[in-house]
């Protein structure tokens, strides 16, 4: 076959040389210039570099035809980060590659779209409504109490979302915003879980369900995010139940999933958003780290053949959990020091921290920040008090840079 990879990871979140067998295929890779640092350069057919992380479907497109005027028609593309799979769906429907096309990928990337769907199945979701206008939001805000959530119809990583504690705000807020690109939902409290896995032939292959510790969109303003597995099995049952229904009502029936969902403070399941793909930050390292599971190989797998058969776990029965500490308020700034505490804290078996002399320029996101902790033990009660122990003896010293 011939393929191409779109690659922008420049760490080993994906194992290409192991997932893609470079002597039976031709494999290109169109990357970025970190992720050009990730990939097995040595066995590639082809390497194209883009001029920027901040590509469009169109610079990929023209790569494309570079691969076939070489070596002829495309089999497959791949593509991993959430960033590029409407790109990738793009490519393949403009070029008829089989794959997930751009028709499919609307009801994983449009928040409207995919409430619309899950509410209409009977699921139970954030009442919403698309803010085309101003008197739409007015209209909504009016039938609802505040808080509100405003969020990108499509977007990631919660970029762009607001929580508007009020009318004032919500007035202050649309001065600011392009509200053509936006809905507006219901605010529901409870406990933010998400659910990662692996759908394959229409059934769920694995899955793992975990609680956050505070949230992508409180992260997003410098505050520590951090997750631990569920080990009641009752409530992950009811947890599997309710993903099985909404891949079945959006059509995920290959491939890697990431739902998050809320645990309404009335033990309601309430459904927030399905990504098609692998979590971010340490879900996967923690998923191989542990069981011997690899989810992003399972999902270049499924795009290469439509097939794979998740090997049994190991008999490891720890409960893992993560926590990402973002990068320092204060920035462009230096790092001077930062003492490990992998010996120090229970449970705690990985840490990333950066190196005296890295510096911050506020582009961190999930990888470059100031510390990355994984962890394993007896129960989700024994790792969430080991998070929270590391997040109080947690410390970066850094100094000031000239802006």
Same mark, same amino acid.
């Given at each position: 076959?011939?393929?191409?990879?779109?690659?922008?990871?420049?760490? *080993?979140?994906?194992?290409?040389?192991?997932?893609?067998?470079?002597?039976?295929?031709?494999?290109?890779?169109?990357?970025?210039?970190?992720?050009?640092?990730?990939?097995?350069? *040595?066995?590639?057919?082809g390497?194209?570099?883009?001029?920027?992380?901040s590509?469009?479907?169109?610079?990929?497109?023209?790569?494309?035809?570079?691969?076939?005027?070489?070596?002829?028609?495309?089999?497959?593309?791949?593509?991993?980060s959430?960033?590029d799979?409407?790109?990738?769906?793009?490519?393949?429907?403009?070029?008829?590659?089989?794959?997930?096309?751009?028709?499919?990928?609307?009801?994983?990337?449009?928040?409207?779209?995919?409430?619309?769907?899950?509410?209409?199945?009977?699921?139970?979701?954030?009442?919403?409504?698309?803010?085309?206008?101003?008197?739409?939001?007015?209209?909504?805000?009016?039938?609802?109490?505040?808080?509100?959530?405003?969020?990108?119809?499509?977007?990631?990583?919660?970029?762009?979302?607001?929580?508007?504690?009020?009318?004032?705000?919500?007035?202050?807020?649309?001065?600011?915003?392009?509200?053509?690109?936006?809905?507006?939902?219901?605010?529901?409290?409870?406990?933010?879980?998400?659910?990662?896995?692996?759908?394959?032939?229409?059934?769920?292959?694995?899955?793992?369900?975990?609680?956050?510790?505070?949230?992508?969109? /409180?992260?997003?303003s410098?505050?520590?995010?951090?997750?631990?597995?569920?080990?009641?099995?009752?409530?992950? /049952?009811?947890?599997?139940?309710?993903?099985?229904?909404?891949?079945?009502?959006?059509?995920?029936?290959?491939?890697?999933?990431?739902?998050?969902?809320?645990?309404?403070?009335?033990?309601?399941?309430?459904?927030?958003?399905?990504?098609?793909?692998?979590?971010?930050?340490?879900?996967?390292?923690?998923?191989?780290?542990?069981?011997?599971?690899?989810?992003?190989?399972?999902?270049?797998?499924?795009?290469l053949?439509?097939?794979?058969?998740?090997?049994?776990?190991?008999?490891c029965?720890?409960?893992?959990?993560?926590l990402?500490?973002p990068?320092?308020?204060?920035?462009?700034?230096?790092?001077?020091?930062?003492?490990?505490?992998?010996?120090?804290?229970?449970?705690?078996?990985?840490?990333?921290?950066?190196?005296?002399?890295?510096?911050?320029?506020? *582009?961190?996101?999930?990888?470059?920040?100031?510390?990355?902790?994984?962890?394993?033990?007896?129960?989700?009660?024994?790792?969430?008090?080991?998070?929270?122990?590391?997040?109080?003896?947690?410390?970066?010293?850094?100094?000031?840079?000239?802006?």
């Open positions: 076959m011939i393929i191409v990879v779109i690659n922008r990871w420049d760490d *080993d979140f994906a194992l290409y040389r192991d997932y893609i067998d470079h002597v039976a295929h031709r494999v290109f890779y169109i990357v970025t210039e970190a992720g050009k640092r990730a990939i097995p350069l *040595d066995l590639a057919a390497v194209f570099e883009l001029p920027s992380s590509y469009t479907p169109d610079e990929l497109l023209a790569y494309c035809g570079e691969v076939i005027e070489q070596a002829g028609r495309i089999d497959r593309i791949i593509a991993l959430e960033y799979l409407p790109k990738a769906a793009f490519l393949r429907s403009t070029l008829g590659v089989s794959g997930v096309s751009a028709e499919q990928t609307v009801l994983f990337t449009d928040k409207v779209a995919m409430k619309g769907a899950v509410t209409a199945a009977g699921l139970r979701a954030p009442r919403y409504q698309e803010c085309g206008a101003i008197t739409d939001i007015a209209g909504f805000a009016a039938q609802q109490s505040y808080p509100l959530i405003l969020k990108p119809i499509i977007g990631a990583a919660s970029r762009g979302v607001h929580a508007v504690l009020s009318r004032t705000a919500l007035v202050q807020l649309l001065h600011s915003i392009d509200i053509s690109d936006y809905q507006c939902e219901e605010y529901i409290a409870g406990t933010v879980l998400h659910v990662d896995g692996i759908a394959s032939c229409g059934e769920i292959g694995y899955l793992v369900a975990s609680r956050y510790i505070n949230n992508c969109l /409180a992260y997003n410098g505050v520590p995010l951090g997750s631990v597995f569920i080990d009641e099995d009752a409530l992950t /049952a009811r947890i599997r139940s309710f993903t099985q229904r909404v891949l079945t009502t959006l059509g995920l029936t290959e491939g890697a999933f990431h739902l998050e969902l809320i645990l309404s403070e009335t033990d309601e399941l309430v459904f927030l958003e399905l990504n098609a793909r692998v979590g971010g930050a340490e879900i996967t390292f923690l998923m191989r780290d542990l069981f011997g599971i690899d989810l992003v190989g399972a999902w270049v797998q499924l795009q053949s439509g097939e794979y058969r998740i090997p049994a776990a190991n008999t029965t720890d409960v893992g959990g993560w990402l500490v990068e320092p308020a204060d920035i462009p700034c230096e790092v001077v020091a930062c003492a490990s505490l992998k010996d120090v804290i229970p449970c705690l078996y990985k840490e990333i921290l950066p190196a005296p002399g890295h510096r911050f320029y506020g *582009d961190g996101g999930y990888e470059n920040i100031s510390g990355r902790f994984r962890f394993h033990g007896p129960s989700s009660a024994a790792v969430e008090q080991a998070i929270y122990e590391v997040l109080a003896a947690f410390r970066l010293d850094v100094r000031a840079l000239a802006h």
